[in-house]
């Protein structure tokens, strides 16, 4: 009899284990798929973030649901898989907590297996990602081009509260003329010396340069100051000092080297702050070349302001703000400019330039701020406006994801 008793309680534990190690293996097939479509969710939403910062840069200050920003983030996110189908966004999950910044938040219900067994058909998974633009600090070249173009050009000073911009003769009537550390007078204003401090300076971090609307604080090539449609002379067919007309020689002298930097951009990383070396002599042949076969890379691209009433260059072959006729420039202050013949000047800004022109002896276009394709990414500015990349005037920007905040 007790032999009996013992053999029916060790078959009632037996199943009360075997039940216990079906459920727990229930729970796991359920707790593991629910972490599975969690992750593919997370590289969806981490993939639109990044989409939708870099739209973001293609078409400032539009945050529509027409924008560049949210068509990309939705699109990026529709490349993914979450469980057996592509994920579908909506534009409300798609938030703008500050300028620059973008948020994608998701929830979806994922299915169980075992746990319907106790009612639980659906359990919500939620998933966020945060992502920003930062203007960059360097720009490097790469299969896709993109790299540093071999022009140069001197950036603005300030006359007092006034700026002298780059093609100062062009623009200004009275012309001011070169930079004078001397007393003078120009457009009525008296002052014992110009003066110049980049955008690029330390002092400046954090703050919001495109705010300003002279010079008073800051001078350099600022947005959207600067982005305003006027046409900029990038090489000068009356150079600044004999023998440098704005040509640049990366890690390479003489003309075929420069021509095919027009067209594909050096290769190397070029910083603010590195020194480079001028290519002395006019070089008209190579430049008409280089120019003609860079435009014929997208010969219907053209600039129009968009939605938001800010500049951007459209074209048939390639998406909005994303033509291979915009490229990055090394840009010089008044202090560290080229001298005679061969010689060097240090970088102290990187502009963006729609190229549209050149007669050989001059090259022209406009200034644009675009993303950069292989930009290093520099400091994030803390007080900024839409109205620039990454705020802190600068033209060039590239993205990255950042943790997320809630505003």
Same mark, same amino acid.
């Given at each position: 009899?007790?032999?009996?008793?013992?053999?029916?309680?060790?078959?009632?534990?037996?199943?009360?284990? =075997?039940?216990?190690?079906?459920?727990?293996?229930?729970?796991?097939?359920?707790?593991?798929?629910?972490?599975?479509?969690?992750?593919?969710? +997370?590289?969806?939403?981490?993939?639109?973030?990044?989409?939708?910062? +870099?739209?973001?840069?293609?078409?400032?200050?539009?945050?529509?649901?027409?924008?560049?920003?949210?068509?990309?983030?939705?699109?990026?996110?529709?490349?993914?898989?979450?469980?057996?189908?592509?994920?579908?966004?909506?534009?409300?999950?798609? =938030?703008?907590?500050?300028?620059?910044?973008?948020?994608?938040?998701?929830?979806?219900?994922?299915?169980?297996?075992?746990?319907?067994?106790?009612?639980?058909?659906?359990?919500?998974?939620?998933?966020?990602?945060?992502?920003?633009?930062?203007?960059?600090?360097?720009?490097?070249?790469?299969?896709?081009?993109?790299?540093?173009?071999?022009?140069?050009?001197?950036?603005?000073?300030?006359?007092?509260?006034?700026?002298?911009?780059?093609?100062?003769?062009?623009?200004?009537?009275?012309?001011?003329?070169?930079?004078?550390? =001397?007393?003078?007078?120009?457009?009525?204003?008296?002052?014992?010396?110009?003066?110049?401090?980049?955008?690029?300076?330390?002092?400046?971090?954090?703050?919001?340069?495109?705010?300003? =609307?002279?010079?008073?604080?800051?001078?350099?090539?600022?947005?959207?100051?600067?982005?305003?449609?006027?046409?900029?002379?990038?090489?000068?067919?009356?150079?600044?000092?004999?023998?440098?007309?704005?040509?640049?020689?990366?890690?390479?002298?003489?003309?075929?080297?420069?021509?095919?930097?027009?067209?594909?951009?050096?290769?190397?990383?070029?910083?603010?702050?590195?020194?480079?070396?001028?290519?002395?002599?006019?070089?008209?042949?190579?430049?008409?070349?280089?120019?003609?076969?860079?435009?014929?890379?997208?010969?219907?691209?053209?600039?129009?302001?968009?939605?938001?009433? +800010?500049?951007?260059?459209?074209?048939?072959?390639?998406?909005?703000?994303?033509?291979?006729?915009?490229?990055?420039?090394?840009?010089?202050?008044?202090?560290?400019?080229?001298?005679?013949?061969?010689?060097?000047?240090?970088?102290?800004?990187?502009?963006?330039?729609?190229?549209?022109?050149?007669?050989?002896?001059?090259?022209?276009?406009?200034?644009?701020?675009?993303?950069?394709?292989?930009?290093?990414?520099?400091?994030?500015?803390?007080?900024?406006?839409?109205?620039?990349?990454?705020?802190?005037?600068?033209?060039?920007?590239?993205?990255?994801?950042?943790?997320?905040?809630?505003?």
């Amino acid at each position: 009899m007790r032999k009996t008793r013992q053999r029916g309680t060790v078959i009632a534990l037996v199943a009360i284990g =075997t039940v216990c190690l079906l459920g727990a293996a229930a729970l796991a097939v359920d707790v593991g798929y629910f972490y599975h479509v969690q992750s593919q969710m +997370q590289n969806a939403v981490d993939a639109a973030a990044l989409a939708g910062a +870099q739209g973001m840069i293609a078409d400032p200050g539009n945050t529509s649901e027409s924008g560049r920003a949210k068509q990309l983030a939705i699109a990026a996110a529709a490349q993914n898989r979450v469980g057996d189908r592509s994920v579908t966004l909506a534009p409300a999950e798609i =938030t703008f907590p500050r300028p620059h910044v973008i948020r994608v938040a998701m929830t979806r219900p994922i299915r169980t297996f075992f746990g319907r067994i106790l009612g639980v058909k659906f359990v919500n998974a939620r998933v966020h990602a945060t992502s920003i633009v930062v203007p960059v600090s360097g720009v490097a070249g790469g299969p896709q081009g993109g790299g540093m173009r071999p022009w140069s050009i001197l950036d603005q000073f300030g006359h007092g509260a006034l700026c002298v911009p780059p093609n100062d003769a062009e623009v200004n009537i009275k012309p001011h003329g070169p930079f004078k550390s =001397t007393p003078h007078t120009w457009n009525g204003v008296t002052v014992a010396s110009d003066h110049y401090v980049s955008p690029y300076d330390g002092q400046f971090d954090g703050q919001d340069l495109s705010r300003e =609307t002279d010079c008073a604080r800051v001078t350099g090539l600022i947005v959207p100051r600067d982005v305003t449609g006027t046409v900029i002379r990038l090489k000068n067919g009356h150079p600044r000092v004999p023998g440098n007309f704005g040509l640049v020689a990366f890690a390479g002298r003489g003309a075929n080297n420069y021509r095919h930097w027009i067209v594909n951009g050096y290769d190397g990383l070029v910083q603010v702050g590195d020194t480079l070396e001028t290519e002395p002599g006019n070089k008209t042949g190579p430049t008409v070349q280089g120019v003609e076969a860079l435009i014929a890379l997208d010969p219907d691209a053209r600039m129009v302001k968009n939605a938001a009433g +800010q500049w951007v260059v459209i074209s048939s072959r390639y998406p909005l703000n994303e033509s291979p006729r915009i490229v990055p420039i090394p840009v010089y202050s008044v202090f560290t400019a080229p001298d005679h013949g061969r010689t060097t000047f240090q970088v102290t800004n990187i502009a963006s330039f729609f190229v549209e022109g050149s007669s050989g002896h001059e090259v022209w276009g406009r200034f644009v701020q675009s993303r950069a394709r292989n930009g290093q990414a520099g400091t994030i500015i803390e007080r900024e406006s839409g109205q620039s990349v990454g705020g802190g005037g600068r033209y060039l920007g590239t993205v990255r994801l950042i943790e997320d905040e809630q505003h």
